[in-house]
Every structure is written in structure tokens, then in C-alpha cells.
């Protein structure tokens, strides 16, 4: 139990994320198959054409039979994950097709799959096997996405419980366990917010060697997800410093806005305009966009019904819905693993562990909730103007992974459960803390049980 102790004799959270991470993720990665997670056959194809050096070209070429494995969802057909007796020991095809457009999707930049990409490269030194590219890939994701949540554990000043938690839940395991984007975008973000946590919790952090990290944090919203630059607001949070420190925090927010305004333009050249005009999705979406823009009340209001209707669909989601895999657990056990989840979040939430002044830590808190209230508008404004249909009185496309990388804001914003009792002796934060990590990571390990059964 020696590596399990920090430095005062305590349980390193962050060594207690990677003895459970690790084989929870493996275990994950074995039983799904692949094109299970949302969207993985787009990907896929994204990471292929990336590590094949097939950047900005006309025509992007590919393997006839690893173009058939990889044909996604277009038009509304969706597609189905693949059968292990379809890639099992099948190598590339010398027979090529070309694609006029890339058809991958085009929020996340194209550095977001390097990863994945130089892994796959890697693997095609040695093989041509189609199943080892396509584990490949998907290692590639794994191995940047545990590092992330690792360094978040390690870096925040509160709430590392609850990183913890969040890392280890099902949904979350899946897309760490693919070929997405989307795992390293939950934790890349869960890493930034701690980052910029730790930033108002240590008045010293005001060095010129500080400044790079922010920049580069700057650059690493965008390369996640543009939907959750927000977050980067934190990084405003006025706090008490002295006047050289804020001379010095000024100068980091300028870097910072800096930073990203040169990734937006990347991320606008190198993904947005190569996909602009496709299919007049483009022009719909000015059309529509213009349309909210003149009225935002009629946004709003599709908010609050989207809300309302698609609540419970992504409530289930993250407590016990794989993806379009659409395989349950029971409802005992999600219910039981929700519950749990909650335990964890309270017992381990509280603004005033990074600012002990309390009037600063209930802005922290109520700015905490807004970024993630902030993401969600963004997000849902997103859907509706590129993927909502024409009539529909809600916002088409919500799922509940999109709510995991400002998940973390949330669930710190939140009032914290008393640790004491009046006596002083019982502490009560402790043990509910204990009891539902510890019935939280036995529901994880028996939903993944139950999905390896079911598949």
C-alpha cells in the first residue's frame, strides 16, 4: 500500500486513478467493439487520413475494404459497429477509392487526433493488419486521455474525488477507449480547470514561466472543443494578489487571449473552411444562425423544452447507456451508480477549498455553475443551428457525453455536504466520501462486466 501514500501519509488520489483507470479503460476497450462509440467510423477515417499524411488535398484515398469497414453515418443512416470476424486478421487491400471530401467531422481540429494518428503510423511500420490499426488508434486516445485526467488529479486544489469519478464513469470510459476525440477533450478540459484552479489557490504562480502554461492552455480549449472555451473564464476570477501580481496576471490574460485567438483562426482554416459549403449545410446554417441572432428569445425557449424533453435520455446516458450501442444496465444498478456519483460530488465539492474567503468563494461557485450553464447555451446553439431540422420545436442531437468536460465546473460549484457533526468527533464528509467511492467503483466494474456479457 506504500505507493497508494502521498507525501503527508495519505491516499494519493492521483496513484488511486491509475490503479483503477488502467484496467477499467483496458477492460472497456476489449468488450466494446469497434464503430460502437458514437461516431468512431468518422473518426477512424479522420485518423487514417492523418497518418497518411493526406492533409488539405483534393481527394483523400483510401483501402477499398478499410473504406467499406469505415462507411458512417451520412444522411441520417446510421452506422453499426463492427463484427470481430470482419477485421480479424484482414489486411489492407491494394485496391484504392478516393472520397472527393472529407466527410469526418469537422469540430475538432486536426492536431486533436495526433495521438491517435501516430500510433497508427507506428503500427503500419510493422503491419498492415486492420485490426491493429484500428486498436491502434484507439490506444493512442487512451494513453493522452489518462495522462490528462492524471496531471488534472494531480494539478487541482480541490475536488480531485471528483476527477476521479467522473474519469471512471462508464460513458467516460468508452470514449477514452475509442478512436474520438471526445476523451481527451473530457479531460484536456477537466485539466485546464484545474490548472486555472490552482492559479487563483497559489498567489506565488505569477512567474513568466507561468505564462507559458497559460498560453498554451489557451491553445489546448480550442484544440478540444471550441464549445468549451468558457471555461477559460476562470481564468479572470479576481482574487486578492499584490499589485506586482497583477500586473503580472494581466499580462497572462493578454498571453492567454492571444493564444486563443491564434488557435480559433487554426482551427477555422483547418477544419471549418475545408468542410464550409458542403452539401448547403453551410448556407442553412447562416440562414438559421441569422434567424436566432434576430431573435433570441425563440433560442431560448428551445432550450428549455430541449431540456425538459431530453433530460431523462441523457440522464440515463451517463449512468448507463453506451453510446448507439444501446445496451442498459439494469436500473438498479444505474440507479444505485447515479446515487453514488452524487455522494462523491458532494462530500467532495466546495469553492472554499481553493478560496477560504467566503465572499470569493461564493463568486467562484455561482461562476463555476454559469460556465457550465454557459457551455451547455453554446453547445445546444451549436446543435441547433447545424443539426436541428427545420419545425422542430426542440434541439435535435443532445447526448449526455457532450455535458462531461464541464461536468467538473458543475459538480465544484455545488455546496458541500458539513464535515463535522457538533461534537466535533464524527466526521461525516469522510464517510460518505468513502462509502460511495467505494459503491461507486463496484457499480463500474459491474457495468462493465455486464456490457462484456451482453456483447
Known sequence: MRFMKGKQGRIAVERLFLLLYIPLVLAMMLVMPVGGPPDEQAHLKQVWLLSTGQVGSDGHVFPANLRDLLQDAVGGTEASALKDEDIRNVRLSGETVTEEENQATGIYPLVSYLPQSCMMFLTRLFTDRIDFLLYSARIGSMIVTGFLFWLAIRRSPAGKMILLAIACLPLTLQEAASASCDGMTIAGISWITAELLRRMNNHADYTSRSMWRYAWMGIGAVLCKL?????????LMPNAVTEE??????????VMA???????????????KSLSGRDGLTSDAVIRAGQVAAN??????AQVRTLIHSAPGWGRQLFGVFGR????????????????????ALADSG?????????????????LIGIFILCWMILSCALMVWWTGEGSSVIQGIQGRYFLPCLFCLLLGLPRI?????DGVTDHRGIVLNASMAVYVICVIVTVILLGMKL
Open 418 to 422: 458539513p464535515g463535522k457533526a457538533k
Open 351 to 367: 469553492a472554499e477549498a481553493v478560496l477560504p474567503e467566503r465572499k470569493q468563494a461564493v463568486k467562484l461557485r455561482l461562476l
Open 258 to 272: 492571444g493564444a486563443l485567438l491564434a488557435a480559433l483562426a487554426a482551427w477555422y482554416l483547418l477544419s471549418v
Open 296 to 301: 433570441p428569445l425563440l433560442l431560448i425557449g
Open 325 to 344: 450501442l444501446d445496451i442498459f444496465s439494469p436500473w438498479a444498478l444505474t440507479g444505485l451508480l447515479a446515487v453514488s456519483f452524487c455522494g462523491v
Open 227 to 235: 464549445l468549451y472555451v468558457p471555461a477559460l473564464l476562470l481564468g
Open 245 to 254: 501580481e497583477k500586473k503580472q496576471k494581466r499580462k497572462q490574460n493578454l
